[in-house]
């Protein structure tokens, strides 16, 4: 089974796919076993007003106060590579 890509968009929206990060995207993670990285982005993302809009809320807060988006978005990268491991174990 090829590895799951979990992505964001500029706006903070998380995505998925099994080809890779597309091009204008930022990688979060990929890991081979889907449904652990599906998780492991569930816990950690803000939920949208939709069922299964999931967002990097600390990167939209970040621009929306003038902060570095980047910045926001390693630190929730660290976080789903944190969750990630303690579901493995």
């Given at each position: 089974?090829?590895?799951l890509t979990a992505f964001c968009w500029?706006?903070?929206?998380?995505a998925f796919a099994e080809d890779g990060c597309p091009d204008g995207a930022l990688a979060?993670?990929?890991?081979e076993?889907?449904?652990l990285?599906?998780?492991?982005?569930?816990?950690?993302?803000?939920h949208g007003y939709e069922p299964g809009h999931l967002i990097v809320g600390s990167?939209?807060?970040?621009?929306?106060f003038g902060d570095d988006p980047?910045?926001?978005?390693?630190?929730f990268v660290k976080h789903v590579k944190m969750t990630m491991k303690s579901m493995e174990d």
């Open positions: 089974m090829p590895e500029n706006d903070g929206t998380i979060i993670a990929k890991h076993d889907h449904d990285l599906r998780k492991a982005i569930d816990v950690c993302a803000t990167v939209r807060s970040a621009k929306m980047v910045d926001a978005l390693i630190d």
